[in-house]
């Protein structure tokens, strides 16, 4: 299959729609990452989306949605504090677990009766939607287990050849996934963190639980399952042996001798302006290959910056990486939570050592 690449215009929406109402996929871009989209409404459409990423068949699906649209179609009850999630965060990086409608497939939602439902503030996805008038769903539009695209080129790494269009919108703006909160029970809780932040949310409706398994990510927690199927697999990791760290350029300096010393293998560090200069200093002549998320000063740009870098490391052939472990505080949460991921969970820290 050949895959057309088409700016967002007037006439690449008229395909995207022509495609979407014919069971076909149409990769698009969000503010959050792009996504892979199918008519909700379209089975054909469905299966098409998992098999362009591969992906296991019990992990279910975001509803997109746009201003103006039907919820009641989508979902069975909207309770008060989702109403005032909707009101402060839609359109915009937070997608909602509420019970679903029988309308709703259960292909989408992997056999649950409950739904999650976004509404994008990415005026390409915006228009998407309003213009066709249909709910979509999308994931991200990734090979499974490989870093979320965040851009065009990215979705075409991966999926060239697989689906028939991609709308190319630039660079996404958060680059991180969105926060899904479930509305299911009387306390909403957090299955991924994401750039609306605990805080954020607590602020709007109270008190907000987070789901012990995102911090599974520490290796603390490990026994527990997430309630977002998702979480459970294996995500974003490089090709390299990816370790965080926040031990300091001096010891990260030195295992990276040690490294050296022990064989010959092509060594890289990925994490802030800041901390890549500070370890350069500490390494002296040492060369070693670096990829930047940007400045520390600025977590935006870290997080809009992950996934891309996580994508160059194996560009670059890096076998052993170094990266920055973040703060995990406001939009640090969901960037460890996924940095940690794509390390498999290694992590050389205080707590580690006890
Ligand atoms: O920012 C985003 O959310 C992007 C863009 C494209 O909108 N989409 C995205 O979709 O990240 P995906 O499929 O890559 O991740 C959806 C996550 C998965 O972890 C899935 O298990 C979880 O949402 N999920 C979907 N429906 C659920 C449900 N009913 N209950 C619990 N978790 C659910
Ligand atoms: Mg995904």
Redesign the pocket.
């Known amino acids: 299959m050949k895959t057309e690449l088409l700016s967002v215009d007037e006439k690449a929406l008229k395909k995207a729609e022509a495609l979407l109402l014919s069971g076909q996929v149409v990769a698009f871009p969000?503010e959050?990452?792009?996504?892979l989209g199918a008519w909700a409404f379209s089975e054909e459409g469905i299966r098409h989306v998992y098999e362009a990423k591969g992906r296991p068949s019990d992990?279910?699906?975001?509803v997109?949605v746009a201003p103006g649209m039907d919820l009641h179609e989508i979902a069975a009850e909207i309770p008060e504090k989702a109403k005032e999630l909707m009101k402060r965060f839609w359109p915009g990086?937070l997608?909602l677990?509420l019970p679903k409608t029988d309308k709703v497939p259960l292909r989408v939602?992997g056999g649950?009766s409950?739904?999650?439902i976004?509404m994008?503030s990415h005026p390409a996805a915006m228009e998407l939607i309003s213009k066709t008038g249909l709910p979509i769903v999308?994931?991200?539009a990734n090979t499974s287990g490989r870093p979320?695209p965040t851009s065009a080129r990215h979705v075409m790494e991966d999926l060239q050849g697989k689906i028939p269009l991609i709308l190319d919108g630039g660079d996404c703006q958060v680059g991180l996934?969105?926060t899904?909160v479930?509305m299911t029970e009387e306390i909403p809780m957090i299955?991924?963190p994401g750039a609306i932040t605990l805080a954020m949310l607590e602020e709007a409706v109270g008190e907000v639980d987070v789901d012990p398994a995102v911090r599974m990510a520490v290796g603390l927690e490990s026994h527990v399952t997430p309630?977002?199927?998702?979480?459970k697999y294996r995500h974003y990791a490089p090709k390299g042996y990816l370790i965080l760290t926040d031990q300091g350029p001096d010891q990260t300096a030195e295992w990276i001798r040690q490294d050296l010393k022990e064989k010959e293998q092509k060594i890289g560090l990925i994490g802030s302006d800041e901390w890549i200069s500070q370890v350069r200093g500490a390494l002296g002549k040492v060369p070693v290959a670096a990829i930047s998320l940007g400045s520390g000063s600025d977590m935006d740009e870290i997080g809009r910056n992950l996934f891309d870098g996580l994508r160059e490391s194996d560009d670059e052939g890096l076998e052993r990486i170094y990266g920055e472990a973040f703060q995990r505080k406001d939009l640090g949460e969901a960037i460890m939570n996924r940095f940690l991921k794509a390390a498999s969970e290694r992590r050389i820290s205080e707590e580690s050592k006890q």
């Open positions: 969000t959050t990452v792009y996504g992990n279910p699906l975001i997109h990086p997608t677990i939602t649950l409950t739904v999650a976004r994008p999308a994931p991200s979320s996934e969105s899904i479930d299955l991924r309630k977002a199927p998702g979480m």
